[in-house]
């Protein structure tokens, strides 16, 4: 204590110094505006760097709480998620857009539902085997579709399996059209890529564009019309230059077909009677 | 003893004056300002308190403020001045004088160059800090820099031809 009070009677001419000087300038900020505002602009400048600094430190100590808040967040937005999926479960199996416009459209027919058994390759052709039969009512020349499009058409009937011929058969030709346009055609298979086919003999004068959608036209009576077949992803001129062949990308996905349904349309039926009669009519038709 | 502190004293009151009705409106070449107040510390004898230097250097610098409208300017260059002035005695007295507190500082005792330089280097302390309180930034060191030496050499001037004078009644 006393070398304290003894420092500070030995060097109080150095806080009378610092007392003075305060004073010196508190003068010089208070009555020199030149001053006063360059010292202002200053002590503006260092106190806004100050605030800046202490506000990054704030946020930065308030990571914590942000951090359990979206943890929080995250978990609800979970549950909500797995409420909502479970919800879309139940609703059935429409799970694609395309399954259930092709729903909407076969929802006049009578479908069995049927599985792939196995596929079989002949000669580069493919072959189907579904596990419903002349027990479940099925008939040869029946339709085959799948949840993202038209598969092919039944062919031979056992028992409790049939034979399905898919659009990758080179075998296969179906009448198509393309959606909006009315353009007719026939689907056939170039026994290459097991996602394309060709839709021949549209007219030079159709307006045919890529991503256009490719569905059935009806004419076969095998399938209703307008059941998704494909999408066109290229236009090209026939061989002949008469008209033109359309690449599409088929919608069914045969590497990996499992689940199928097989139409029994009433129309097959009729127009087979309404054939026989025009038969017995016209002898040559 | 009385003596020496009225003539003191006589300096004291003599030099602020002269400062605000005189040397306060010399701006030479509009650069040198003389500011030979700083001379009335310089003449302290040896054994004046630090603190009496302080304070009168305060007080002169802001006797000098009033004069010039620049309140605080002078006052904080002459409590600067105040405060080294003991030192800078130290440092340019002979060494006979180093621990004999009854020196007075005058160019008898000190000779004419040890005393110049013991009042070029306070004035030098007092105009710098002055111009650059003044300035308050160094936008124009060039102009700054003229301004200190300048005005410096004109009070060093002024503060011969007083101890000319002093020394010859």
């Known amino acids: 204590?006393?070398?304290?009070?003894?420092?500070?009677?030995?060097?109080?001419?150095l806080f009378l110094f610092l007392v003075l000087e305060a004073v010196s300038f508190t003068l010089l900020f208070?009555?020199?505006?030149?001053?006063?505002?360059?010292?202002?602009?200053?002590?503006?400048?260092?106190?806004?760097?100050?605030?800046?600094?202490?506000?990054?430190?704030?946020?930065?100590?308030?990571?914590?709480?942000?951090?359990?808040?979206?943890v929080r967040r995250n978990i609800l937005l979970q549950q909500q998620n797995e409420k909502l999926r479970e919800a879309l479960a139940k609703k059935g199996g429409a799970s694609h857009f395309t399954d259930s416009l092709t729903q909407q459209a076969a929802a006049d027919l009578s479908m069995t539902a049927a599985n792939v058994v196995s596929s079989i390759t002949q000669r580069r052709n493919n072959y189907i085997v579904v596990n419903r039969g002349t027990a479940d009512g099925i008939r040869p020349e029946q339709g085959v579709v799948g949840g993202q499009g038209v598969v092919g058409i039944v062919y031979l009937c056992e028992e409790h399996n049939s034979l399905v011929i898919p659009l990758t058969n080179r075998r296969s030709n179906l009448s198509c059209r393309v959606r909006g346009g009315n353009y007719f055609g026939s689907l056939t298979w170039d026994g290459k890529d097991l996602r394309y086919a060709t839709l021949d003999d549209i007219p030079r004068y159709a307006k045919v564009k890529k991503d256009d959608i490719v569905e059935t036209s009806g004419f076969s009576a095998v399938f209703p019309p307008g059941l998704f077949v494909g999408r066109v992803t290229e236009v090209r001129n026939s061989s002949d230059g008469q008209s033109y062949t359309l690449i599409v990308h088929l919608g069914a996905d045969f590497s990996t077909l499992r689940?199928?349904?097989?139409?029994?349309?009433?129309?097959?039926?009729?127009?087979?009677?309404l054939r026989q009669r025009a038969a017995q009519l016209e002898p040559d038709l | 003893m009385l003596q020496i502190a009225l003539r003191r004293l006589f300096w004291l009151i003599l030099l602020p004056l002269l400062q605000v009705v005189v040397f306060n409106h010399v701006h030479l070449w509009g650069y040198a300002t003389p500011m030979p107040y700083v001379y009335a510390l310089l003449i302290l004898p040896a054994s004046t308190p630090r603190w009496l230097y302080v304070t009168l250097g305060f007080t002169l610098g802001l006797f000098a403020d009033m004069g010039s409208n620049t309140p605080g300017i002078a006052a904080a260059a002459g409590t600067a001045s105040g405060l080294s002035i003991p030192f800078l005695l130290h440092l340019f007295a002979p060494k006979e004088f180093d621990d004999d507190t009854t020196l007075l500082p005058n160019?008898?005792?000190?000779?004419?160059?040890?005393?110049?330089?013991y009042a070029a280097s306070a004035v030098l302390i007092h105009v710098s800090l002055f111009h650059i309180i003044e300035d308050f930034a160094f936008y124009f060191p060039l102009q700054l820099l003229i301004n200190i030496v300048g005005s410096t050499v004109f009070t060093l001037v002024f503060i011969a031809l007083f101890e000319v004078l002093r020394n010859e009644r």
């Open chain 1, 1 to 13: 204590m006393r070398t304290i009070l003894e420092f500070l009677r030995r060097y109080n001419y």
């Open chain 1, 30 to 70: 208070r009555f020199n505006s030149y001053q006063g505002n360059v010292w202002l602009t200053a002590a503006g400048r260092v106190t806004a760097r100050l605030n800046a600094l202490y506000g990054e430190g704030e946020s930065y100590l308030n990571l914590r709480y942000v951090n359990s808040d979206l």
């Open chain 1, 259 to 273: 689940d199928v349904n097989i139409i029994s349309t009433s129309y097959k039926a009729e127009t087979d009677s």
């Open chain 2, 107 to 117: 160019v008898r005792t000190l000779e004419w160059t040890g005393f110049l330089n």
